[in-house]
């Protein structure tokens, strides 16, 4: 069972350029998200996708778009990346786990630096 | 703007004795809390959710929530040296009947056991 899976795993940029984060689950949820992790200031939440067809802005959206492609995929684009979007990159997926709330599943994660 | 905080550490403790890992919120609409224990370099993966006043345990982890003082914890007894990671406090708004919840994180307290 491969869970949450991410690509790629590394990637470099220079200021300006674009590029896609892709993500894809195998565990038949409903939600996805896409968290940036900086040193210091622990998970942010760029985007969410509560269901299929829908997305929303978390804590700091500006300079990304996101496309739920099905309930599967889950993909986050820098159209002109910047030097503050080096970070880590996790998408995750979510499982109902009853009144507690909704529990997170991590994909492995995408280092990316803008030069 | 919902805050969530730790203390960053790093937390030293030798083999065997019992961590103590705290968290403060500042919402008081915040209904449930997650703990998430991340190895270096590697995902954040669930150890814990605790969304009533009290104390839960699993194995040797306790979690223990204070709604009134804002203030969750997580203990962690006969601490072994495989327990050396960051550990990310996060706290959920959601209450249940929706299908999807979004996460603040803290930044996280970095947990080292010495033998």
């Known amino acids: 069972n491969a869970g949450v899976t991410q690509t790629p795993k590394f990637q470099v940029l220079k200021t300006g350029q674009s590029m896609t984060l892709q993500c894809a689950q195998d565990?038949?949820?409903?939600?996805m998200y896409w968290y940036r992790q900086d040193p210091g200031m622990g998970l942010r939440l760029i985007y969410y996708?509560?269901?299929?067809?829908?997305?929303d802005k978390g804590e700091v959206p500006n300079g990304y778009n996101v496309s739920r492609l099905n309930k599967r995929e889950f993909s986050l684009r820098l159209e002109s990346a910047a030097p503050s979007q080096t970070s880590v990159y996790f998408c995750?997926?979510?499982?109902?786990?009853?009144?507690?709330?909704?529990?997170?599943?991590f994909g492995s994660g995408t280092q990316l630096s803008v030069l | 703007q919902k805050e969530v905080e730790q203390n960053s550490g790093p937390l030293s403790v030798p083999e065997g004795a019992i961590a103590s890992l705290n968290c403060t919120y500042s919402?008081?609409?915040?209904?449930?809390f997650f703990w998430y224990r991340q190895y270096s370099g590697k995902s954040p993966e669930l150890i814990m959710f605790?969304?009533?006043?009290g104390d839960k345990e699993d194995g040797r982890f306790t979690a223990q929530l204070n709604k009134a003082s804002q203030y969750v914890s997580l203990l962690i007894r006969d601490s072994q040296p495989s327990d050396s990671a960051t550990y990310l406090c996060?706290?959920?708004?959601?209450?249940?009947?929706?299908?999807?919840?979004?996460?603040?994180f803290g930044q996280g307290t970095i947990l080292t056991v010495h033998p």
């Open positions: 605790i969304y009533s006043n």
């Open positions: 565990m038949n949820h409903n939600s």
């Open positions: 919402d008081r609409g915040s209904q449930s």
């Open positions: 996708s509560a269901s299929e067809g829908t997305t």
């Open positions: 996060a706290v959920s708004e959601n209450a249940g009947g929706t299908s999807y919840g979004k996460l603040t």
């Open positions: 995750a997926s979510s499982d109902w786990a009853g009144r507690g709330g909704e529990k997170l599943f």
